[in-house]
């Protein structure tokens, strides 16, 4: 077994084709081809243009990532890919494509998971992960509370979204407002200009007895449709929309309910390190408000950079790597897909 395995990952999941090369820890290439424009005019991802997207991106990021690597094919040691959860469509192309080079370069191949490996990219940031980790995943299709003993084979789900996950809630919120999708990035942007406190948005499954059954859970359905409701109010009231407001409100109600849920768990799982990952975790307000909170509870917090938050291959490359330091066997050429993979199955 190399000391410092080198991995090539491939992540296809959605609409961003990611391409990461990872040397034992250390990130070597990291090349992204998004189509996102090309769901912009949708409002939202168009799975059938995504895959297609994924087919004309794929070969030219591969050699762009190898370029930035300084490698070849023939110097991996292993293949990694994103065989679920995910967009069905989008995920036989990456899973193809990792077939095809693994046969072709007789190297092993890891089909892995999608939630793990936003767990182990921050490997490739700031060190090894302690064990256990616990690990907050908010993006546009999960919002997740994992404990994470080992993050090769051992991931523990605590609790998970139940309806819109936070992503979600940011697209449809911004669609509301008028914002250009995909939302997060601009929700955040307007928020920096209003008030927090300016509308007391409601905070999901936070009561007495929804803490009693859904401790861990999240859900922001409810919340996507008060601020609906509450700007539609204003519309029929001939009255302006304050964008601003609204926004730094919603997005207020969301990171409150994210951070107090995750340090919940890291006290009652004695675990004094949370990390966060995925799309949302790029968020100014989310990172601020965690760093905030988890100094006043005495725990570390690890986030990556927010171009590793955001799909990329990097993070498949991290895990990837990870399986083959601690000798776990690789998957069989007849590896399938599963777009809905659960958290708790990291290698397939």
């Known amino acids: 077994m190399p000391d410092e395995p080198l991995v090539l990952g491939i992540e296809t999941s959605c609409d961003e084709t990611g391409v990461g090369i990872v040397r034992g820890e250390t990130l070597l290439a990291d090349a992204v081809a998004s189509s996102v424009d090309e769901h912009a005019r949708f ?15 794929m070969v030219p990021t591969i050699e762009r990532a190898c370029r930035d690597a300084g490698v070849t094919l023939r110097d991996l040691d292993a293949i990694s ?14 899973v193809a494509a990792a077939k095809a080079l693994a046969v072709a370069l007789d190297t092993p191949i890891y089909g892995v998971n999608h939630l793990a490996s936003h767990v182990a990219v921050d490997i490739v940031e700031h060190g090894p992960l302690p064990e256990p980790t616990m690990a907050l995943l908010v993006s546009g299709g999960h919002s ?23 992503g979600e809630a940011f697209d449809k919120v911004a669609r509301v407002l008028g914002l250009p999708f995909p939302g997060g990035p601009h929700v955040d942007r307007a928020a920096r200009e209003g008030d ?8 999901g499954l936070t009561s007495g007895r929804d803490m009693e059954r859904h401790r861990f859970d999240f859900s922001f359905s409810g919340l996507k449709t008060a601020v609906a409701r509450w700007v539609e109010h204003r519309h029929r009231a001939g009255e302006p929309v304050p964008v601003a407001d609204v926004a730094a409100s919603f997005q207020e109600a969301v990171v409150d309910v994210l951070t107090k849920k995750a340090l919940l768990a890291c006290r009652e799982n004695d675990v004094d390190h949370l990390l966060i990952g995925g799309g949302v975790a790029a968020n100014s307000r989310l990172r601020a408000l965690a760093e905030e909170r988890c100094a006043r509870a005495g725990v570390t917090l690890r986030v990556p950079r927010p171009g590793l938050c955001t799909d990329n291959g990097a993070m498949v490359a991290a895990l990837g790597a990870q399986m083959v330091l601690k000798g776990r066997e690789p998957s069989d050429l007849g590896l399938p897909t599963d777009s809905s993979m659960p958290v708790t199955t990291v290698l397939t």
């Open 43 to 57: 409002g939202g991802v168009v799975p059938e243009v995504a895959s297609r997207a994924h087919l004309e991106a």
């Open 196 to 203: 927090q406190v300016a509308i007391d948005f409601p905070r």
């Open 81 to 94: 890919v994103t065989a679920g959860p995910g967009l069905a469509g989008s995920l036989l192309v990456g």
């Open 144 to 166: 997740s509370l994992l404990l994470v003993p080992d993050v090769t084979d051992d991931v523990r789900s605590l609790g998970s979204t139940m309806d819109d996950a936070a």
